[in-house]
Nanobody, 119 residues
Framework: QVQLVESGGGLVQTGGSLRLSCAAS????????LGWYRQAPGKQRELVAGITTHDDIDYADSVKGRFTISRDSAKNTVYLQMNGLKVEDTAVYYC?????????????WGQGTQVTVSA
């Protein structure tokens, strides 16, 4: 199991920026991908951005050109730089780790951090 601790959420005005961080601990060697998901009230949790251990990156269409995911392997940390924030980016943001154990894949989640964008 991997433990994930997020930080960096908060309240920002439209057009502002925030940087989320997620520190991983535990079975670090089992991680094959890290990512950020978000869940707004009344909506399903959705992928925002993901990065594999080979640095393959994927973004949701809604954040392309505004958000940047990166990772620091030495610190076991993944970041999400969010620029040009919009009201519709308001959500709880969750850090996610895809891990492998033998032939099985597992999902580990952080506790979530609130991002609120005001008009």
């Amino acid at each position: 199991q991997v433990q994930l601790v997020e930080s960096g959420g908060g309240l920002v005005q439209t057009g502002g920026s925030l940087r989320l961080s997620c520190a991983a601990s535990g079975r670090i060697h089992s991680i094959i991908a890290l990512g950020w998901y978000r869940q707004a009230p009344g909506k399903q949790r959705e992928l925002v951005a993901g990065i594999t251990t080979h640095d393959d990156i994927d973004y949701a269409d809604s954040v392309k050109g505004r958000f940047t995911i990166s990772r620091d392997s030495a610190k076991n940390t993944v970041y999400l730089q969010m620029n040009g924030l919009k009201v519709e980016d308001t959500a709880v943001y969750y850090c996610h780790a895809k891990t492998t154990g033998g032939e099985q894949l597992f999902d580990d989640w952080g506790q979530g951090t609130q991002v609120t964008v005001s008009a």
